[in-house]
């Protein structure tokens, strides 16, 4: 027969275990919520934009070497002759450590791109902010609307030291355009395939119209007649477009041709 006091300790057991089920569940929610927050973090897109220095500022690259502690990031600024006449920098802080600006270098590829070294970043960064600075005269022009924001679990990581030549940067450059118009022209041959398919479909709707013309009269052998000239102005329609989008197709093959020379 089971005692008063062997009761209680059943129950006192029976809580305590259901505590730890509980605990358990709510360990696994927050873990979970964790895990999906940190699924969100992604890399940042090339072509993404920020107005810096007074002009748009568009991110090309970034990578971290674990090995010398530094972090290359390319971007390019428009073609105007006002942003020639300015001296570009950069102002890098990780994570709000310190006050201190990152110590950089800096090289510029052609007429409108940029790379830049940042140095001796703290081994354990989690997060980086990079901001463009134009110097007119005396003066940094620091007009803008954010910095470029980095976290280190969405950047590229090497082991190996950083290419520094401008010669590699230049060729990687024109690699990212070549890739860019490539992609370009996979979309622009789809798009194609597309309005071929769908003249396809509208010729086998008029060949079913047109042989059932001979079974309809008066108003009905009109409405036919009516539906068919609309779908051969459409066919035209999209002929154009495939003609246009050809012309698209060649005009980008010409770019890449022109950027391996």
């Given at each position: 027969?089971?005692?008063?006091?062997?009761?209680?300790?059943?129950?006192?057991?029976?809580?305590?275990?259901?505590?730890?089920?509980?605990?358990?569940?709510?360990?696994?929610?927050?873990?979970?919520?964790?895990?999906?927050?940190?699924?969100?973090?992604?890399?940042?897109?090339?072509?993404?934009?920020?107005?810096?220095?007074?002009?748009?500022?568009?991110?090309?690259?970034?990578?971290?070497?674990?090995?010398?502690?530094?972090?290359?990031?390319?971007?390019?600024?428009?073609?105007?002759?006002?942003?020639?006449?300015?001296?570009?920098?950069?102002?890098?802080?990780?994570?709000?450590?310190?006050?201190?600006?990152?110590?950089?270098?800096?090289?510029?590829?052609?007429?409108?791109?940029?790379?830049?070294?940042?140095?001796?970043?703290?081994?354990?960064?989690?997060?980086?902010?990079?901001?463009?600075?134009?110097?007119?005269?005396?003066?940094?022009?620091l007009e803008g609307d954010g910095a470029f924001i980095f976290e280190r679990r969405a950047v590229k990581e090497t082991d190996k030291k950083l290419a520094k030549d401008v010669e590699h940067y230049s060729q990687f450059f024109v690699d990212t355009r070549v890739k860019t118009i490539e992609k370009t022209i996979k979309e622009t041959e789809k798009e194609?395939?597309?309005?071929?398919?769908?003249?396809?479909?509208?010729?086998?709707?008029?060949?079913?119209?047109?042989?059932?013309?001979?079974?309809?009269?008066?108003?009905?052998?009109?409405?036919?007649?009516?539906?068919?000239?609309?779908?051969?102005?459409?066919?035209?329609?999209?002929?154009?477009?495939?003609?246009?989008?050809?012309?698209?197709?060649?005009?980008?093959?010409?770019?890449?041709?022109?950027?391996?020379?």
């Open positions: 027969m089971q005692t008063y006091d062997s009761h209680k300790s059943v129950k006192r057991a029976y809580q305590r275990n259901t505590l730890l089920v509980v605990l358990f569940f709510v360990f696994l929610l927050s873990s979970n919520f964790i895990f999906r927050n940190n699924s969100k973090i992604k890399p940042m897109e090339p072509g993404t934009q920020f107005n810096q220095a007074g002009t748009t500022v568009t991110y090309i690259y970034s990578e971290y070497s674990s090995l010398s502690d530094e972090f290359v990031f390319a971007f390019s600024l428009p073609l105007s002759e006002v942003n020639a006449l300015y001296e570009y920098q950069v102002i890098a802080k990780a994570d709000k450590i310190t006050n201190e600006d990152l110590p950089f270098d800096m090289k510029k590829i052609g007429q409108d791109k940029y790379v830049v070294f940042l140095k001796e970043l703290p081994r354990k960064w989690k997060k980086l902010s990079v901001q463009v600075t134009a110097k007119d005269g005396e003066h940094d022009i194609i395939q597309e309005l071929k398919s769908n003249n396809d479909k509208i010729r086998a709707v008029n060949k079913q119209l047109k042989d059932s013309e001979s079974q309809e009269t008066g108003e009905e052998l009109e409405a036919i007649k009516t539906k068919q000239q609309d779908n051969e102005s459409q066919i035209k329609m999209n002929d154009d477009a495939i003609k246009e989008l050809e012309i698209k197709i060649k005009d980008n093959e010409e770019k890449i041709e022109a950027l391996k020379k």
